[in-house]
């Protein structure tokens, strides 16, 4: 019995498979006012700990987490699943609905901004304005699974910290939890010894309800196939890079793309420009932007100007921060294509999360060429194969950036490494770069395997046309004559019919 509980409540055995008492179910101890608001006073100063989220907290809150979880065995009688109130509405029930039922009811909850939300993250807050109507907490966040069966809701950044979710072992079975889910549902503060909060009652999983995420197939299971639908990445027309891209190497649905770079040579703003035009064009696309071993303020410009999810861990943090953020986006988009969701993966570089693993990974023994080794480039490896166009739904985007000629024999290496792994690659060139010619697309060494999948017929003709010009003006005249014409056209239709008139 907890001290100050109540003492006509009577504990009852937990089944380990539901949550639920063995016995006839009984009033449950209530906390009375002050003992909840000492809790969540303790909670209050456990959040304003020193330096938030720190390397130290983060460390700090991991060994706490080990320890609430061996604890939990004993108080899971607490962290049963609750019953939803009678009067509130499903994630299935609001499902349902049109879009136009979900905006009159978040009109009457008050949630703001439910116009410019998506309909995935607008039935999330229509579950969170439920619950705190009804006076009680709710969280979520990307489940992490310890070892030791339990796991723990992680935050934006992904990584361990002091405002994690703890989620008992009978929850993760009950519902057939992954690592990467995005769990939503109701929490309550810690008590006695615990210093994180509890997952009460999952509400929803990735979005969709409970009972019918536990049936998703796994995504090794999944059938690749090759992508066979675009995704237009065309905005504005003073846009070029876009629409250059679209012309020369397309994306597709499921594409594994590489852009090969040499340092400031404009990846980044080209990274950018492909993540705006997926939010304009595929409003329903899940966009993820990793960013491993980036300036700070790189960062904070690609949250301010991308409308997706960005993830990232800044060059000046530990190598295993690095390689567990890039695990946890790979778990993430993994368990959306499984829900059959389409999720394109910006990926900022490839290189530094092979030199973070290189770091990071027990040594085998074995050196390749410029020290690295060859263990170390089996998990970006993976990492990047793990895109591909689903058989029956669902599809896993990746592009991602390569550094080349940084004077770094390793960087030469990777390369090496992932030349060849991917159905897309884009060059940019240093000489276009130094001329101030963006974007420095080196046409004639960038392209699509199997374009024909994603082009029309007129337009692939085209296509061609226009890279027989290209070849035969030289590289750089080439890609600057096609910039030229392509910026007094509006959009790349009108550009391909002017093609074979006279220059």
Same mark, same amino acid.
Request: glycine share 10%.
């Given at each position: 019995?907890?001290?100050?509980?109540?003492?006509?409540?009577?504990?009852?055995?937990?089944?380990?498979?539901?949550?639920?008492?063995?016995?006839?179910?009984?009033?449950?101890?209530?906390?009375?006012?002050?003992?909840?608001?000492?809790?969540?006073?303790?909670?209050?100063?456990?959040?304003?700990?020193?330096?938030? &989220?720190?390397?130290?907290?983060?460390?700090?809150?991991?060994? =706490?987490?080990?320890?609430?979880?061996? &604890?939990?065995?004993?108080?899971?009688? =607490?962290?049963?699943?609750q019953p939803p109130p009678s009067n509130r509405l499903s994630v299935a029930e609001l499902e349902t609905r049109d879009t136009e039922a979900l905006n009159e009811f978040s009109k009457e909850l008050g949630v703001s901004g439910y116009l410019r939300m998506r309909r995935v993250d607008l039935i999330t807050r229509l579950l969170q304005a439920q619950t705190e109507r009804d006076g009680h907490t709710f969280g979520?966040?990307?489940?992490?699974?310890?070892?030791? @069966?339990?796991?723990?809701?992680?935050?934006?950044?992904?990584?361990?910290?002091?405002?994690?979710?703890?989620? $008992?072992?009978?929850?993760?079975? #009950?519902?057939?939890?992954?690592?990467?889910?995005?769990?939503?549902?109701?929490?309550?503060?810690?008590?006695?010894?615990?210093?994180?909060?509890?997952?009460?009652?999952?509400?929803?999983?990735?979005?969709?309800?409970?009972?019918?995420?536990? !049936?998703?197939?796994?995504?090794?299971?999944?059938?690749?196939?090759?992508?066979?639908? #675009?995704?237009?990445?065309?905005?504005?027309?003073?846009?070029?890079?876009?629409?250059?891209?679209?012309?020369?190497?397309?994306?597709?649905?499921?594409?594994?793309?590489?852009?090969?770079?040499?340092?400031?040579?404009?990846?980044?703003?080209?990274?950018?420009?492909?993540?705006?035009?997926?939010?304009?064009?595929?409003?329903? %696309?899940?966009?993820?932007?990793?960013?491993?071993?980036?300036?700070?303020?790189?960062?904070?410009? %690609?949250?301010?100007?991308? +409308?997706?999810?960005?993830?990232?861990?800044?060059? =000046?943090?530990?190598?295993?921060?690095?390689?567990?953020?890039?695990?946890?986006?790979?778990?993430?988009?993994?368990?959306?294509?499984?829900? @059959?969701?389409?999720?394109?993966?910006?990926?900022?570089?490839? /290189? &530094?999360?092979?030199?973070?693993?290189?770091?990071?990974?027990?040594?085998?023994? &074995?050196?390749?060429?410029? @020290?690295?080794?060859?263990?170390?480039?089996?998990?970006? !490896?993976?990492?990047?194969g793990a895109a591909r166009n689903i058989e029956g739904g669902g599809s896993l985007t990746i592009i991602s950036t390569c550094l080349i000629d940084t004077g770094s024999r390793q960087d030469d290496v990777i390369y090496e490494e992932f030349k060849g792994t991917g159905n897309m690659e884009v060059h940019l060139d240093r000489k276009l770069a130094e001329r101030r010619i963006y974007p420095a697309i080196d046409?004639?060494?960038? $392209? /699509?395997?199997? +374009?024909?999948?994603?082009?029309?017929?007129?337009?692939?003709?085209?296509?061609?046309? %226009?890279?027989?010009?290209?070849? %035969?003006? @030289?590289?750089?005249?080439?890609?600057?004559?096609?910039?030229?014409?392509?910026?007094?056209?509006?959009?790349? +239709?009108?550009?391909?019919?002017?093609?074979?008139?006279?220059?």
């Amino acid at each position: 019995m907890e001290q100050g509980d109540t003492p006509t409540a009577v504990a009852e055995p937990v089944s380990a498979e539901h949550g639920e008492p063995s016995g006839d179910r009984r009033q449950r101890p209530v906390r009375n006012d002050r003992q909840q608001q000492q809790g969540q006073g303790a909670n209050r100063n456990q959040r304003q700990g020193k330096n938030g &989220r720190g390397p130290r907290a983060d460390h700090d809150a991991s060994g =706490d987490q080990h320890q609430q979880g061996r &604890r939990g065995g004993n108080n899971q009688r =607490d962290n049963r699943e609750q019953p939803p109130p009678s009067n509130r509405l499903s994630v299935a029930e609001l499902e349902t609905r049109d879009t136009e039922a979900l905006n009159e009811f978040s009109k009457e909850l008050g949630v703001s901004g439910y116009l410019r939300m998506r309909r995935v993250d607008l039935i999330t807050r229509l579950l969170q304005a439920q619950t705190e109507r009804d006076g009680h907490t709710f969280g979520d966040g990307v489940l992490e699974i310890i070892e030791d @069966g339990f796991g723990f809701l992680r935050g934006q950044r992904l990584l361990p910290g002091s405002d994690d979710i703890y989620v $008992s072992q009978s929850q993760i079975r #009950r519902f057939g939890l992954r690592t990467g889910d995005r769990v939503s549902g109701q929490v309550r503060p810690p008590k006695d010894n615990e210093k994180f909060f509890s997952l009460l009652r999952v509400e929803a999983v990735n979005g969709i309800d409970p009972e019918v995420a536990r !049936k998703r197939p796994t995504f090794e299971s999944l059938t690749p196939i090759f992508p066979l639908e #675009r995704i237009n990445l065309e905005t504005q027309a003073n846009i070029l890079s876009t629409r250059l891209l679209d012309l020369v190497a397309p994306i597709g649905l499921g594409q594994r793309g590489l852009i090969v770079s040499p340092p400031k040579a404009g990846k980044t703003l080209l990274l950018k420009a492909i993540a705006n035009g997926i939010t304009s064009n595929s409003p329903d %696309m899940h966009l993820m932007v990793c960013l491993i071993g980036e300036r700070p303020e790189e960062v904070t410009d %690609m949250r301010r100007t991308v +409308e997706g999810e960005v993830i990232s861990s800044t060059f =000046d943090e530990p190598v295993e921060d690095h390689t567990k953020v890039a695990e946890m986006a790979l778990e993430r988009a993994k368990r959306l294509v499984e829900s @059959g969701r389409d999720v394109t993966i910006l990926l900022d570089s490839i /290189t &530094r999360l092979a030199r973070a693993y290189n770091l990071a990974v027990p040594p085998s023994g &074995r050196t390749l060429s410029g @020290g690295i080794d060859p263990v170390a480039l089996y998990p970006p !490896k993976r990492f990047f194969g793990a895109a591909r166009n689903i058989e029956g739904g669902g599809s896993l985007t990746i592009i991602s950036t390569c550094l080349i000629d940084t004077g770094s024999r390793q960087d030469d290496v990777i390369y090496e490494e992932f030349k060849g792994t991917g159905n897309m690659e884009v060059h940019l060139d240093r000489k276009l770069a130094e001329r101030r010619i963006y974007p420095a697309i080196d046409i004639q060494r960038s $392209s /699509t395997r199997r +374009e024909e999948l994603l082009l029309d017929d007129y337009t692939l003709r085209q296509v061609w046309t %226009m890279r027989r010009m290209v070849s %035969m003006l @030289g590289g750089s005249e080439g890609t600057e004559l096609l910039l030229s014409r392509l910026s007094k056209t509006t959009k790349n +239709e009108e550009f391909l019919e002017t093609l074979t008139k006279d220059v």
